[in-house]
């Protein structure tokens, strides 16, 4: 890669990483790149440091991470303008994304101790003279790589996580948003100064695949679904456990009996906001015959009032410039295919913007209804009813989030979407709620972050059984009689026989 700045691309210039705005070109951050050696050196240090940190207790560790989420609450402008200066994002958008990693980060640190800590499980008649035991250890170092479209909210979902745990983590930010990656972890080791606990290694790709390498015990990917194929393979060769969230195309459904303004202002929320480039964006609406005319001039009117432009604006700039290729032949399948531009159309791209653009009858086969388009842009295509609507909302093997707009049928339909999550008269909610599990099916991956299930996720299951009394039907033992196995048959077949 050469040191030639085009606005937005990423460089690597005497083996520093420089990021620039995509809007502007202004440099946005320039840190080292790290060899195969600084990454595993990295991860040693994490194994020490995290030795420490898990001894830290729950206690110890709830008390720093509420310190962490304060500075962040404390500097969230500061960060927001960063966030928006390296990859576009409009900063109200950014203060949004901050304020659900922060979020995040309360309930993570706040709950670990319950939901991970030491406690008894009930044990059963048939070993009924031993308690059970069970508790969540930490796994040691966790790896996280992140994207760049949502560089807080994406690595906190994994990091906070990880940490309250009791493990260290070893962040690759996107190559696209280093600066703020190499700013969260400055921030926490700002409250975390005696080890390096959390910190990040930067680079291009390659540096992410040497992160998969390096012996950390279990890495969490966040990104697109053809990298994590190859973070899959990488991590296969050593057995490291690991989750995927993964791409998506989610759908969102309008049934005969939604609130259409309430649907439309949500759509057009949940398909534009940072400018389309969300993985549980909604690309693809499914609206009832009834409702369909009324509910696509709705979407227009609102999204056609969106601005756009570096600032002060609904949409920003598309962080990764070859993205704007990607949305281009989308548009342009959508309407060689058959379909019809409603709003915007070819003419709406103008890198680095990609003004709101509205398709309808899109063939389901076209890559805009198929493919990850990240860009301000939606397919709205009517169907018969709810039914046939989940049934094109399943076609594809993506299944991260969707939407349901409607009343009688929602939760029953929102239950049939083939996906990990799904928000009944909103969008994207869930990813706020941190008390929800968070991750996709199919393409869109597995594993889940955030919630209970989140922490469990960067937590080992130990199993503890301890005697508590002696065997009435001694069986696990070569000191068993034939009448003991003779008796064992009998209870069993009390027990289970009927
Ligand atoms: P990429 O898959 O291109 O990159 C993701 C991360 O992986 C980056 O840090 C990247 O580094 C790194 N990477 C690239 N190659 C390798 C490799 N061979 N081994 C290890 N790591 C590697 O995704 P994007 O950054 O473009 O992010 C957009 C994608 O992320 C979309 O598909 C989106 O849907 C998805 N996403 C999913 C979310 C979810 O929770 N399910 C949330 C947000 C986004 P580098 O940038 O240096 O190439």
Redesign the pocket.
């Known amino acids: 890669m050469t040191a030639v700045h085009i606005p937005g691309v ?1 460089v690597i210039d005497a083996g520093q990483l420089v990021s620039t705005s995509p809007a502007t070109g202004a440099e946005a951050g320039r840190l080292p790149v790290a060899t195969d050696a600084d990454v595993r050196q990295a991860v040693d240090r994490a194994r020490a440091a995290g030795d420490w940190w898990a001894g830290l207790g729950f206690t110890g560790r709830r008390q720093r991470m509420l310190r962490w989420r304060a500075l962040l609450a404390k500097r969230i402008e500061q960060l927001a303008e960063l966030v928006h200066v390296e990859g576009g994002k409009p900063t109200a958008d950014a203060i949004v994304e901050i304020v659900t990693a922060i979020e995040h980060i309360d309930w993570a640190a706040r709950n670990a101790g319950r939901v991970l800590g030491p406690r008894r499980v009930r044990s059963r008649l048939i070993l009924a003279e031993f308690s059970g035991h069970l508790e969540y250890q930490p796994h040691g170092v966790v790896g996280v ?6 560089p807080v ?2 690595p906190i ?1 994994s990091a906070a996580y990880a940490l309250a745990a009791g493990n260290a983590v070893v962040l ?6 280093p600066a703020v990656g190499q700013w969260l972890v400055d921030s926490f080791a700002e409250v975390v100064p005696e080890q390096p606990v959390f910190t990040a290694v930067h ?10 390498r390096s012996g950390v015990n279990k890495l969490a ?8 194929r ?2 899959m393979a ?1 991590c296969a060769e050593t057995l490291t456990p690991m989750l ?5 195309k989610d759908a969102m459904i309008v049934d005969s009996d939604a609130d259409l303004d309430a649907a439309a202002e949500a759509c057009v929320w949940g398909g534009m906001t940072n400018a389309g ?5 909604i690309e693809r609406v499914y609206a009832v015959d009834a409702v369909f005319d009324a509910f696509v001039d709705k979407v227009v009117t609102r999204a056609g009032r969106l601005t756009v432009g570096p600032e002060g604006t609904d949409i920003g700039p598309i962080t ?1 410039p070859r ?1 704007i290729d990607v949305i281009r032949r989308h548009i342009d399948a959508a309407i060689t295919s058959g379909g019809r531009a409603v709003l915007g159309g070819p003419s709406a791209v103008q890198p680095p913007y990609v003004h709101p653009t509205v398709l309808v009858d899109v063939p389901e086969e076209s890559a805009a209804v198929r493919e ?1 388009t ?1 860009g301000p842009t939606l397919t709205i295509s009517r169907v018969r009813d709810a039914d046939e609507a989940v049934t094109r909302a399943n076609a594809l093997s993506y299944g ?1 989030g969707g939407s349901v707009f409607g009343r009688r049928r929602a939760v029953a339909t929102a239950r049939r979407l083939r996906s990990g999550m799904a928000s009944i008269n909103s969008t994207l909610t869930f ?1 706020g709620m941190s008390t929800l599990p ?3 099916v199919g393409d ?2 597995f594993g889940r ?1 955030h919630g209970e299930d989140g922490l469990r996720e960067f937590g080992r299951a130990k199993a503890i059984t301890r005697r508590r009394a002696r065997s009435l039907l001694p069986s696990m033992t070569f000191e068993r009689t034939p009448a003991d196995v003779a008796r064992l048959v009998k209870a069993i077949k009390v027990m289970y026989g009927r």
């Open positions: 990423p790589i992140g994207p760049w479209n949502y909210f994406t979902g690759k930010p996107s190559e696209y948003t680079g291009l790709g390659d540096v992410g695949a040497a992160l998969c990917f966040t990104g697109s679904t053809a990298t994590a190859k973070v990488a995927i969230e993964g791409g998506g480039q969300t993985c549980i964006g990764m993205q990850e990240f991260l990813a968070f991750g996709g869109s991956g972050i």
